[in-house]
């Protein structure tokens, strides 16, 4: 029987639902980046970083949970979003901090998937080149048809509203998501057996050659920013523990279901990342799937597995952002046709009979889509840009505000002990989202000394 909640919300969600929430909020296309991440660290600090990514993104998640209420963990006032957490506990001053964090990281988010897909595309296109034509062939191929047609699919899907709603695009995202990364797992353990050797050294790729002592600082840096994006987390929190029924008390609930998940993740993490290392060695590639070329069925199975799972990812980042510009503009234009005259348009074989839209969403949106495509094919890096991204999360949205508000919660007094020691972590984030961010930045800079702009190539 379901009752509803002290809000008149009926929730019955479990440890198992936020665990599988979790999960699929955590495994994402930064697992790609994994191997090559290692790589840049080495034996010691690659398997190192994962850990204690994982072990700092449990605990702060474990802090965020107590907060879903405020004042009181327990009994006091639920805040739905995580936006609504920063301005229970910290005010409407430190909310703008906030969402640009999480605004900019969705659209880089957007802007990453782009180029994953358009990597994925070419991959198969070179991976079937070379079993039909030899490994030999030169199967050099163009990304920026790749990058368009991913584009024009997701401009007709932003025209659906309330996508991220529709429960089976969010269960296929969820199994594809899987599904690449046992592919990528099973690859490198494939390719380590054949080797019949572990590869890879104790402080990774090695000074000498094309890898020069500033260049080797700045693809350590921004490993980190790729460990850190794959982790990322806690900007869903919040939503997810709003689904969760009581008793027990949601945020012991969410706890439970934070450590599984997160445990989950981090052992496929760790395995991915260090066998595909062992695998590679300091050649690992940026996305580990684009080097592999057999079993070809399998590795294309992998790529789109990774395709279809960023054509529904797309829609889910997107949809907050549509929303919050709409609300937006119709509030301050409440009166204008652009924002506010509803369109309908008969729709033959579909059961949903039309489709109704403004001028504004059917405008402004594919506006937004083309800009994102546009900067995808501008800045065509896989590893730089989920760099980046790591860097813009982790600080802010992993540590900074999660540690801030419990402070506020539990009434952590400066200059006692626990105090230090939150801050102390917050200074260790912030000085990692640092690192991490000029590595990315560094590599981006670089790597457009050497291309020509709208010129993708695998």
């Not at 998640?61 to 006032?77: E, F, I, M």
């Not at 957490?85 to 409407?92: A, D, E």
């Not at 000029?438 to 702009?453: E, F, Q, Y």
Request: proline share 4%; hydrophobic share 50%; with cysteine.
């Amino acid at each position: 029987m379901e009752f509803a909640e002290d809000d008149g919300n009926t929730r019955t969600g479990t440890v198992w639902t936020a665990t599988a929430h979790a999960i699929t909020a955590i495994i994402g296309s930064g697992v790609l980046a994994l191997p090559w991440s290692v790589a840049q660290m080495g034996w010691v600090l690659g398997p190192f970083t994962l850990l204690a990514c994982a072990s700092v993104t449990y605990y702060t998640a474990n802090l965020l949970s107590d907060c879903y209420r405020t004042p009181d963990p327990v009994h006091g006032k639920r805040n739905h979003t995580y936006m609504d957490v920063v301005r229970s506990c910290l005010g409407p001053g430190n909310v703008l901090l906030c969402a640009i964090a999480q605004y900019a990281l969705l659209w880089g988010t957007m802007v990453g998937y782009i180029i994953t897909a358009a990597t994925s595309m070419m991959s198969i296109n070179r991976t079937n080149c070379f079993h039909n034509k030899g490994h030999n062939a030169a199967c050099n191929t163009s990304g920026n048809l790749y990058l368009i047609l991913f584009g024009i699919i997701e401009l007709i899907l932003s025209q659906f509203p309330n996508l991220e709603k529709i429960t089976i695009i969010s269960i296929i995202a969820a199994a594809m998501s899987f599904a690449y990364s046992f592919v990528s797992l099973f690859l490198c353990i494939f390719k380590l057996a054949s080797n019949h050797a572990v590869r890879g050294t104790i402080m990774g790729a090695k000074i000498g050659g094309t890898v020069s002592p500033s260049s080797k600082v700045w693809s350590a840096f921004q490993a980190l920013g790729n460990i850190a994006f794959a982790y990322t987390y806690s900007m869903l929190l919040t939503e997810i523990q709003d689904t969760i029924k009581s008793p027990p008390p949601e945020n012991k609930t969410m706890k439970r279901a934070s450590l599984y998940g997160i445990g989950v993740t981090t052992t496929f993490y760790v395995s991915v990342g260090c066998v595909g290392y062992a695998a590679f060695g300091n050649n690992a590639p940026g996305n580990v799937l684009t080097g592999f070329y057999e079993p070809f069925w399998l590795v294309d199975i992998g790529n789109v597995a990774v395709i279809v799972h960023l054509i529904g990812a797309f829609q889910v980042y997107g949809q907050p952002i549509y929303a919050k510009y709409e609300n937006h503009l119709s509030k301050k234009w409440p009166d204008s046709i652009f924002f506010h005259k509803r369109y309908t348009l008969p729709l033959p074989f579909c059961k949903a009979g039309a489709f109704s839209f403004t001028f504004c969403k059917l405008i402004l949106r594919s506006v937004f889509v083309i800009l994102t495509t546009l900067m995808a094919m501008m800045l065509p890096f896989f590893n730089a840009v989920v760099g980046l991204l790591g860097a813009i999360a982790f600080w802010p949205l992993t540590v900074h505000f999660p540690v801030s508000m419990f402070m506020v919660q539990a009434k952590v007094r400066k200059g006692e002990w626990r105090w230090v020691m939150l801050r102390g972590l917050s200074v260790i984030a912030l000085v990692v989202s640092v690192m991490a961010g000029a590595g990315s930045i560094a590599d981006i800079v670089h790597r457009l000394k050497h291309v020509t702009m709208f010129k993708t190539r695998l």
